[in-house]
């Protein structure tokens, strides 16, 4: 089933290689052009501005969840709905809520934070998600061999597993997620 609202995570930075912007601008082109919307954290910085960027130029959706105060980081012209919650932790779960579908653009320690509450909600049994993360440059190889010495210790679920889906392209990740 094609998963329509996709929340994508990711940098508010760009980070050192040109990659990585070039990957934010390609999610959010081929979220717009397969007609899903764009749920982001609202910020007009590094790779989110990138990705929110792209998604709204090329006709998308973009809706989105930013926290009240930073306003200084907002492109109010590109964004389709708005969502202002009053902190971190609000904004993530709504994000999350929100979306048939997460994704994960490298980022900092704020999108694995992200990415970790996208688990810890599906082990509680608050929500499923779906969370592709997009490893380009390998960039996310030590984060998925902690994820396989956090399962082979029997701390998450084989269950669970099954919701990290990783790919190295936009679009074969959004076909495989469509799938979970």
Known sequence: MKKQRVAVF???????????RALAEETGKTLALQGRKLLFGGCDYGLMQAVSHAAYENGGEVL????????????PEIITADETLENVQQRKRRLIEAADA???LPGGLGT???MGDVYSMAQLGEMRRPLGILNV????DGLLQFIDTIHREGFLSDEDKKLIIVRQDI??????????
């Open 10 to 20: 990711c940098g508010s930075r760009e980070g050192k290689s040109p990659l990585y």
């Open 137 to 140: 440059n390998g960039y996310f």
């Open 102 to 104: 997460c994704i994960a």
């Open 171 to 180: 679009l074969s990740l959004l076909a495989a997620l469509d799938e979970a």
């Open 64 to 75: 989105s969840f930013r926290i009240r105060g930073l306003t200084d980081a907002y492109a």
């Open 112 to 114: 694995l934070d992200e």
